[in-house]
């Protein structure tokens, strides 16, 4: 069993920067593939970024690519999210989320069924 905790969310001014942080236990992450995804209310949850167990990442679409970046320690068994230039529209509840499978590929790693573990999320709030 994988434990995944969050942490990092806050309130944030437009224009500042959060590094989200997911602490995985229970499994030795470089065997996980991790993503972030993002929930905000009324929508459904989204995935932000994928990272892949050898370190290659993918983003989805436009909306926060060049201003987010995923990332891996797996020494640290850790997962970070750092978000620059953060928007209003970036207001939402983060989660941290793993998946088993070996082969990658965006069939799965692009919605939440292709992911076995979730974090509790952790909130973020993008406001003047």
């Known amino acids: 069993q994988v434990q995944l905790v969050e942490s990092g969310g806050g309130l944030v001014q437009p224009g500042g920067s959060l590094r989200l942080s997911c602490a995985a236990s229970?499994?030795?992450?470089?065997?996980?593939?991790m993503a972030w995804f993002r929930q905000a209310p009324g929508q459904e949850r989204e995935l932000v970024a994928a990272?892949?167990?050898?370190?290659?990442?993918?983003y989805n679409g436009n909306s926060v690519k060049g201003r987010f970046t995923v990332s891996r320690d797996n020494a640290k068994s850790t997962v970070y999210l750092q978000m620059n230039s953060l928007k209003p529209e970036d207001t939402a509840v983060y989660y941290c989320?793993?998946?088993?499978?070996?082969?990658?590929?965006?069939?799965?790693?692009?919605?939440?069924?292709?992911?076995?573990?979730w974090g509790q999320g952790t909130q973020v709030t993008v406001s003047s």
């Open positions: 229970g499994r030795t992450l470089s065997t996980l593939t």
């Open positions: 990272i892949k167990r050898s370190g290659g990442t993918s």
């Open positions: 989320a793993a998946a088993r499978r070996k082969t990658w590929d965006s069939s799965w790693s692009t919605v939440t069924e292709g992911y076995d573990y």
